[in-house]
């Protein structure tokens, strides 16, 4: 399948070998993430994600607070792997954080009570669609990302450190940078049996 779209979508790969230098200026950065967040769909059209870029020394901090958070759960004989792969991200050029602002999901849940169980699904699904469309432009600008989740541990230190809304709910990190490592071949299943067609 030939073109740009499709190539972005096969070429958008999980770096985890990635340094500081970047093919593309901040400012363009913070476009590609503005228009993702501006663009990618929302359940309702609700536009609940949000969206913090990391730079500079705001990217080092995020990975030093979760390096220093895992210190505590981390047995201390196998704490130089977790220190190395803290190190890995944080050697990147920025991290996108993303995040989903909580009172637009109460309040369609107010507003639509018969879907209120959904709410929350199509939150995390309109979250993951714009991850993934941060991801692919990152990727057809160069850069290299990967898909974190230390939401749980870092999300108070996170809010605390960026003065972030408590209703905006941490979902997950996304440390990038340019690629250093070409990731391995990936294996896949038969897609045959994976996707139907009738007719
Ligand atoms: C919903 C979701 C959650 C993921 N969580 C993580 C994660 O926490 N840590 C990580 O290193 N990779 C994570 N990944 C990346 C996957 O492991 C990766 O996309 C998959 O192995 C396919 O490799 P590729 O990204 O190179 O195509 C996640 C991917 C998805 C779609």
Redesign the pocket.
């Known amino acids: 399948m030939t073109n740009n779209f499709f190539d972005a979508v096969k070429n ?3 770096y ?1 070998n990635i340094s500081a230098d970047s093919p593309v200026t901040d400012e363009r950065l913070r476009e590609i993430v503005e228009y993702a967040v501006k663009h990618s769909p929302s359940a309702f059209n609700s536009q609940s994600g949000r969206t913090v870029l990391l730079l500079a020394k705001h990217h080092e901090k995020l990975w030093n607070m979760t390096e220093d958070v895992l210190r505590g759960f981390v047995p201390a004989d196998q704490f130089q792997q977790t220190a190395d792969k803290m190190q890995s991200f944080r050697a990147g050029h920025g991290t996108v954080l993303f995040f989903e602002d909580q009172n637009i999901v109460k309040s369609l849940q107010e507003q639509f009570p018969l879907y209120a169980a959904n709410f929350p699904v199509w939150s995390s699904q309109s979250s ?1 669609m714009l991850q993934f469309v941060v991801w692919t432009g990152l990727e057809t600008e160069g850069l290299g990302a ?4 230390y939401g749980e541990l870092i999300e108070d230190a996170v809010k605390t450190e960026w003065k972030i809304a408590p209703e905006w709910k941490l979902i ?1 990190q996304m440390p990038f940078g340019k690629p250093t490592v070409e ?1 391995g071949e ?1 294996s896949f299943e038969d897609i045959s049996k994976r996707s139907l067609v009738f007719g």
């Open positions: 958008r790969r999980t985890y993951a990967s898909l974190q989740h997950a990731p990936k």
